[in-house]
């Protein structure tokens, strides 16, 4: 078996000599990297907002809902009896009411916008985000008073840092700002405001049906899914565990609206442009370089051993330029982790290997088509002049 | 395996016929060719665009095979090798001047002589040592660091040869090695060529229709429309 190192260094040298060529094939895959991963990003990261408010809530395992609830945000209320019949259920620990509503909310100084309002429940708070900004959960045990998150707070009443006893007017009521809460990001980016359940009936305006969601949780020894198909079966109505409602509320955005459609066109194209570009770039790389490699078969190089030469240049710019790609997402979500319209979006492990993959699938194509041509060549063109 | 012809023939040719295309396109490009190139001489195989040289060469540098005929290089018939078995044979044994160089442009002119020693498997700083020194034999110790580009025509010429000689081969195949060069340059490589590439255990082939350099041939074989249609003995054998 041959050392390859020799014809391993010809082929680096014979890629990078031409820098013009060599930078541009680079910064293709890399351009095309980038683009891809950060799309990807950015609608995983969209869709894991849509789902937001059901991650938030930590302390209960199962929700449960009118049985044509399909997501989230669109809601028909329960009653309180729906209530007690889900406490009756076997296999119930506890179960709670949750509101979710929207309210205009309005600051002092006039400033106002539709908030999200989430109603939890008057004794245990179940449904409140655990992390705390300013302020702390006791707050809420106090009359007339509210938490908000950080997009909230910024918006009425500016950057921080973060102050309690500030007033907002709420629906009909004029409430205190208690603590200031770490949510995270909704779909859309509106502010939310988390009061006592009794509260925020208050706010709203008193209607029949006005329980949004049952939250609960199993007693010990009974699974989360077998406690939704006890409630199913004993109340007729939807019971989910957090990860299935989640899903649930993440493929009804992709169903029925035009999200995947936009980001799947927007990726297509980075892939199309990297695949283009790389390919056109590598061909035309591969068809000046082919009388040296026309003499390499001449001098004894066989084919296979060329097409090993050529691999090896496309992987060289597929790791530079994939790196390159990959890390300037990562160097995009970093700065911009404290922006409050862009926080939450992240490069996840998975969306760097899938961009890999496709990436190294069109580079790969690419390379595949120009080697044929090195392959398929009359070998005594090199005896052309 | 066939002996070659009085023991002293490097290249033998017999009968060796060529076609391309099929049908009403059918091309005969070789009409059957004799020819020998002996070791210790410099044979020139002579002749218009068109006669049937470049195919030639190429059959006897294993890059196509012959349709009839036999074709015996250094002893071993080409026809049987494989693919692979032909390039280690040509990677051993022949050592190649391309009408243009072919020069790698990105490598400098020790690199380019050294590639037939780096793809033969030696270490890139031992191939690159030797190739200095071949360099240097060649009055191109100052250059070995310089890129083609950067080099005169004459330069890039030795640089060829050098790395047609790096392995020692029994065969050199000289493709125009003086079409690419203005008259006195052509005069002063032939010159260089036949002092460093001629030795009785090697032969060298030169394919060309400058006749400008003709009086460096040992041996002048006349090729036209597909057959060799003369064979005489050229100044350089005197």
Known sequence: ?385 | MMESTNGRAAVVCRGVEKSFGAGSTRLRVLRGVDLEARYGEMTFLLGPSGSGKTTLLSIIAGLLKQDQGHIHVLGKDLATLHNGEAALFRLRNIGFVFQQFNLIPALTAAENAAVPLLAAGWKRKAAIAEARELLADLGMAHRADVLPNQLSGGEQQRVAFARALIQSPKLVICDEPTSALDGPTGRHVMELLRKIALSPERAVLVVTHDFRILEFADRIAEISDGVIAKVTTGKGAR
Not at chain 1, 101 to 112: I, P
């Open chain 1, 1 to 385: 078996m041959k050392s390859e190192s020799g014809l391993r260094f010809i082929a680096w040298q014979m890629l990078t000599g031409d820098r013009a060529k060599y930078f541009g094939l680079v910064l293709a895959i890399a351009f095309s990297t980038f683009l891809m991963s950060h799309q990807m990003s950015i609608f995983v990261g969209l869709l894991d907002r849509t789902r937001s408010q059901i991650r938030d809530v930590q302390d209960a395992s199962v929700w449960v809902m009118d049985p044509k609830t399909q997501y989230v945000d669109e809601v028909r209320g329960l009653s309180l009896q729906d209530l007690y019949y889900v406490r009756g259920v076997e296999g119930v620990l506890w179960a709670v009411p949750l509101l979710k509503a929207v309210a205009r909310a309005k600051a002092s100084d006039g400033t106002f916008r539709n908030s999200i309002l989430l109603g939890v429940d008057d004794a245990s708070l179940t449904g409140l985000p655990q992390k705390f900004l300013a302020g702390d959960w006791r707050a809420l045990r106090n009359p007339k008073t509210v938490a908000i998150d950080r997009v909230g707070y910024e918006y009425f009443f500016g950057r921080p840092p973060y102050r309690t006893g500030l007033e907002l007017e709420l629906g009909s009521q004029v409430v205190l700002v208690g603590a200031v809460v770490d949510a995270s990001p909704p779909f859309v980016n509106l502010p939310v405001v988390y009061a006592r359940f009794s509260e925020a009936l208050d706010m709203v305006g008193r209607e029949p049906r006005q329980l949004s969601f049952i939250l609960c949780e199993a007693r010990p020894g009974v699974s989360a899914e077998e406690l939704c198909r006890r409630i199913r079966a004993a109340t007729g109505l939807k019971a989910l565990t957090s990860e299935s409602f989640g899903w649930d509320t993440i493929w009804y955005y992709i169903r029925n609206t035009g999200i995947p459609i936009n980001f799947g066109i927007t990726i297509s194209i980075a892939l199309m442009v990297g695949a283009l570009v790389s390919g056109q770039t590598f061909s035309l790389f591969i068809l000046e370089n082919m009388k040296y490699f026309g003499a390499l078969k001449a001098i004894g190089v066989t084919s296979m051993r060329i097409v090993g030469m050529i691999i090896m240049q496309a992987l060289i710019v597929l790791a530079i330029g994939y790196s390159i790609g990959v890390s300037l997402t990562a160097l995009f979500f970093e700065l911009t982790k404290d922006n409050l319209d862009l926080r939450g979006f992240r490069l996840l492990p998975e969306i760097m290997l899938l961009t890999g993959g496709l990436v190294f699938v069109v580079v790969m194509i690419a390379t595949m088509l120009s080697v044929r041509r090195v392959v398929v060549s009359d070998p005594a063109v090199v005896f052309r002049g």
